[in-house]
């Protein structure tokens, strides 16, 4: 093989080790987040730069509200399919629904009450500055006045 | 196997002779000398009008390019720059992705509403 041949394809090697290299350095920390036990408390202690000990009393936290959490999914769940086969077996409004309706709404307030009490407790589980930057994300994606419906 | 090897076989050694003994009194005509310089000439012209092949180009400029030590370093490392580059485009991609898929995570993990609709028995 010439040796123009031979220079070219080494340095195309190279070239794409080049471009493998630097984007596995840029993913490696995104990518340490899917090998994790609990991927998105791994986040969160990147994303809020929380040490070690901070991170053990957010993880505690976190641990102790996913029961309580599973527990009112459960019965929004449950609701909701009530609603729906009661929607699916009736052609009009009916005192039933109305009631059923009445009912889906009570663990809708019950899990903004305990899913608030949690984001306050977490965010000063966190350094001060920390917190105050979680409680202001948190804030903004789970207590949005449109529900996160997109704007029209 | 060359002309002359031919020739130095027995059977042509007559031949040879020949052509060795041949001698002609013809002169070519006058314009013999400019008839062989037009072809020549019309066969450089040609050979320049025909457009190389992609890789006759590739092949050129390989050995351009890569055939001395400095423009194949140069040329290698502009390619290097635009590869990190790409890569760390690339990356910051991938990475702002995964991190959005994460807090999307973390915000289900909380919210026991999103939780419901998200993980539908």
């Known amino acids: 093989m010439r040796k123009s041949y031979q220079i ?60 309580h959490c599973e527990e009112i999914c459960a019965r929004v769940r449950a609701t909701r399919s009530e609603l729906e086969i009661l929607m ?11 009631r059923k309706l009445e009912e889906t709404t009570a663990p809708r307030l019950e899990c903004q009450k305990m899913m608030l009490r949690h984001c306050y407790e977490t965010s000063q589980a966190m350094p001060p500055e920390q917190g105050k930057r979680y409680f202001e994300w948190i804030k903004a994606r789970t207590f949005q006045e449109d529900f996160g419906m997109p704007a029209r | 196997m060359s002309m002359n090897d031919k020739l130095d076989r027995p059977e042509d050694a007559r031949l040879k002779q020949l052509l060795q003994e041949w001698k002609t009194d013809a002169e070519p005509p006058a314009s013999f000398k400019r008839g062989v310089w037009r072809k020549i000439a019309e066969a450089d012209e040609a050979e320049r009008a025909r457009l190389p092949s992609f890789w006759e180009v590739m092949r050129l400029l390989c050995d351009r390019l ?38 999307a995570g973390y915000v289900v993990s909380v919210d026991p509403y999103l939780k419901a609709f998200a993980e539908k028995p």
């Open chain 1, 8 to 67: 070219l394809l080494l340095g195309l090697a190279l070239t794409a080790a080049v471009f493998c290299g630097t984007y596995l350095a840029g993913t490696r920390e995104a990518r340490q987040f899917s090998r994790a036990t609990t991927p998105e408390l791994a986040w969160l202690k990147s994303e809020f730069q929380l040490d070690d000990e901070a991170f053990a009393r957010v993880s505690q936290l976190h641990e102790a509200y996913q029961s």
């Open chain 1, 88 to 98: 699916q077996n009736s052609k009009g409004m009916t005192e039933e629904i109305e």
């Open chain 2, 66 to 103: 890569f055939g001395r030590l400095a423009p194949a370093l140069a040329c290698f490392g502009l390619l290097f720059l635009v590869a990190g580059w790409l890569g760390v485009q690339t990356a910051s991609g991938k990475s702002s992705k995964i991190n959005e898929s994460m807090a």
